[in-house]
């Protein structure tokens, strides 16, 4: 959201843009949520439309599967190579998923923050940009299937990794964030009992084109959720993981909690909190969500989860308005994990403590600089527009 913005508010106005992505496609994470804080609107809209705003604009270029390998010179005129991988997809392709039918190989699908698997050809997601296969060059056994499989000879099992090199007056680093590892946190034991995800899994689990075309579902047994407990401040505010506040994970439980009410309206969430952080106009979005019957909140931090005799999770804390121990059981327990940034490797920039980038010659916008929502991001990257085009 911030890089994308940024690129299309300053060619908008008539300025050459080269927009990076690491990845296959742009969007970044916000295209893997199902729906938006407050309003709960689906990302899909606003990203249709900067889609829209990308395809009739001649002023950016789009290289996806890059990253910037070297920068030299200085603010005004830098010089920056970026390697791009082969994708083994050229432009032909028309997303037709023949391919994906007769490749026999699997792999782990990150877009769904490994809940399903994709094949080792694979299309992103159904809104990708560019909509074209791809191929992980990292899984392909190379058997050839898929390129008999293709009418328009769109795949190239030869095509090999380019550079280019760009000559650019500003640069803006919008490399965003990564969810911090759940396995790290002993005594939540994600990765031992199925049935606690990450808030991240739980948003591909909610949306209708995540791995449960949209029902939440216990991953143990397939089945429905009565109650789900939320573990907020899962490694974050802790010196022992991330010191600080990610900003959005109380929204994101308390958004969470709506998708268990839509679907099941006799289900009951439990938001286990340290402190609600919800600032400013987000504080009318609590006052909705506390005053849901199903929603409970409880000041607690989660100390410890089991299994009971009967397969079901129970999280222990010290419920701190009372001072008594109190232990909640559930069907399924979410970890409200936060953000950490994903760093900006090759670039000369300096991090703070926590690895967010401080603003120097280079712009970080969005959750590169630090943690924040998507409006927060989206303001930022206007701002880093209109900074990137000054000359120095
Ligand atoms: C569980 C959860 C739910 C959330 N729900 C909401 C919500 O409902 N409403 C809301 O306002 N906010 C929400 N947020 C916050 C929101 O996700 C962020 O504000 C938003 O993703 C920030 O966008 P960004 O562009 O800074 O980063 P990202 O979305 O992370 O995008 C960064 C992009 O940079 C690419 N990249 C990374 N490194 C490199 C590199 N070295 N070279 C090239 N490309 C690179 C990545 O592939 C990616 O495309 C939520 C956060 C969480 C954790």
Redesign the pocket.
């Known amino acids: 959201?911030?890089?994308?913005t940024c690129a299309i508010e300053s060619s908008e106005v008539g300025r050459k843009v080269v927009l990076?992505?690491?990845?296959p496609c742009?969007?970044?994470?916000?295209v893997q949520?199902h729906?938006?804080?407050p309003k709960l609107c689906p990302p899909t809209c606003g990203f249709e439309i900067n889609l829209k705003r990308i395809r009739k604009n001649r002023n950016i270029d789009v290289l996806t599967l890059?990253?910037?390998e070297k920068v030299t010179g200085k603010k005004g005129n830098y010089e920056v190579t970026i390697r791009q991988l082969p994708r083994l997809v050229n432009d032909n392709c028309t997303a037709c998923g023949e391919c994906e039918k007769v490749c026999p190989v699997t792999r782990s699908d990150d877009f769904n923050y490994g809940l399903s698997e994709t094949k080792a050809i694979y299309l992103p997601h159904q809104m990708a940009y560019p909509m074209r296969f791809a191929i992980d060059g990292n899984v392909c056994d190379r058997c050839g299937a898929c390129v008999k499989a293709c009418k328009y000879e769109a795949i190239d099992l030869e095509m090999e990794a380019r550079t280019h090199t760009v000559r650019v007056p500003s640069i803006v680093v919008?490399?965003?964030?990564k969810?911090y590892d759940a396995s790290k946190i002993d005594n939540l034991k994600y990765g031992i009992y199925k049935d606690i995800v990450t808030?991240?899994q739980f948003?591909r689990m909610a949306a209708l084109n995540g791995p449960t075309k949209g029902k939440i579902l216990r991953p143990s047994d397939n089945k429905e959720p009565n109650s789900v407990i939320f573990v907020q401040c899962a490694g974050s505010r802790d010196e022992n993981h991330l010191p600080y506040c990610?900003a959005?994970?109380c929204?994101?439980s308390m958004?969470h909690a709506t998708y268990i009410r839509e679907q099941n309206p006799n289900a009951n969430a439990y938001i286990f909190y340290i402190d609600i952080r919800t600032p400013g106009v987000y504080e009318d979005f609590y006052t909705k969500v506390s005053q849901n019957p199903g929603v409970t909140f409880i000041k607690g931090k989660v100390a410890d989860i089991t299994q009971n005799e009967e397969g079901r999770l129970v999280a222990r804390a010290e419920d701190v308005l009372s001072g008594k121990q109190t232990s909640q059981t559930a069907d399924l327990i979410v970890l409200?994990?936060?953000?950490v940034p994903?760093?900006?490797?090759n670039l000369p920039v300096d991090v703070d403590q926590n690895g967010f980038m401080i603003a120097g010659d280079l712009y970080p916008?969005?959750?590169?600089k630090r943690p924040?929502?998507?409006?927060?991001?989206t303001q930022d990257a206007t701002a880093a527009a209109l900074l990137a085009m000054q000359k120095p």
């Open positions: 959201m911030a890089g994308l990076v992505e690491r990845g742009i969007g970044g994470r916000i949520m729906k938006y804080f890059s990253k910037v919008a490399t965003g964030w969810p808030n991240v948003e990610s959005v994970c929204l994101a958004k409200a994990c936060g953000m994903e760093g900006c490797d916008v969005g959750v590169a924040i929502d998507v409006s927060g991001t």
